[in-house]
């Protein structure tokens, strides 16, 4: 049988929004709306971040609440929450956990956990994400402890060594093991690799070859985009598309909705003769329970 490929699709992230692309979605009826093309359109997972009222990012478990509502009302995705601290003046990495502290939290499958120490420039101001490894063992622990899913981002090398020589053997971490490399943010980000075959090639390699490991490319732009998911299919991984990423469709051709880089991402599976995964069997393949 065909390998069964997982797209993933991030819709919104934490920094553009309208004035960037007018089709890019921000509140959560548009969010949960989106999600459901995308689900339609043959995505298994949907990364979620969240926007205020005035579309500026926030880590307010109340919106994530309303948007993992409207999700499930509509279709049975796999549900991503961003644990990454707002980008926003004075936030911190704790910031980027409210929700998981949440009494009336609608849980999510799975939630993004950053595993690198990076510096970011936007807006005119810097930020450091002081995400150590203490922190990375407490919260791992703390979403294994509550059913959730890790998805593991790493935005340079040393952290996929740190999830396999220090997160793993600290047994906060339910196999397989899920992690993204996040590849192309160098140009605003202090210590984040850029994304190239070789750059790839090289963060695979870092992959243990004794388990299964679910991976995928977070390949950050418009010329990187397409190349870095089709690539990481090729060489064993999953999909990564959405207007987080990219918000263009063509050079000068913005997305018209991130369900149209999903059906992109699954003409280039199916033409590569392989098959794209539905949700149900992506809980499968990432030992996710089946919703009831």
């Known amino acids: 049988m065909a390998r ?57 478990p109340a919106v994530y609440n309303e948007i993992g509502a409207g999700i499930r009302a509509k279709c049975n995705l796999i549900t991503q929450y961003s644990t990454a601290p707002a980008n926003r003046a004075g936030t911190c990495a704790e910031d980027g956990m409210k929700l998981l502290y949440d009494k009336d939290l609608v849980k ?26 203490d922190f990375l063992i407490k919260y791992a622990k703390m979403m294994k402890d509550m059913g959730i899913k890790p998805e593991l981002e790493c ?6 060594e740190d999830i ?34 070789e750059n790839l090639d090289f963060m695979i390699k870092k992959l243990p070859r004794d388990q ?23 060489k064993g991984g ?7 990423d990219n918000i263009y469709y ?17 003409r280039i599976i199916r033409e590569l003769g392989l098959e794209v995964a539905t949700p149900d069997e992506a809980r499968d393949i990432l030992n996710i329970p089946h919703l009831k």
């Open 238 to 244: 999953g999909a990564r598309v959405g207007m987080e």
């Open 4 to 60: 069964k490929v997982i797209i993933t699709v991030a819709q919104t992230g934490a920094f553009h929004g309208k004035e960037a692309n007018p089709n890019i979605p921000l509140t959560p009826k548009e969010i949960a709306d989106s999600a459901y093309e995308c689900y339609n359109a043959g995505a298994a997972i949907v990364h979620v971040h969240a926007r205020d009222k005035e579309g500026i990012s926030t880590n307010d």
């Open 108 to 133: 999510p499958d799975m939630c993004s956990l950053d595993c690198s120490l990076i510096s970011t420039s936007w807006g005119g101001r810097t930020f450091v994400y002081e995400w150590y490894r």
């Open 250 to 266: 063509a050079p000068g051709e913005l997305l018209k909705s991130n369900a149209q880089m999903v059906e992109r991402a699954v």
């Open 212 to 234: 299964f490991v679910n991976f995928s490319t977070i390949s950050i732009g418009a010329k990187n985009h397409v190349p870095g998911m089709a690539m990481t299919v090729l």
């Open 155 to 160: 935005f340079e090398p040393t952290s996929v």
């Open 164 to 197: 396999f020589n220090i997160l793993q053997p600290a047994g906060v971490l339910d196999g397989p093991v899920s992690l993204s490399f996040v590849m192309g943010m160098d140009k605003i980000s202090q210590g984040a690799i850029s994304f190239s075959e």
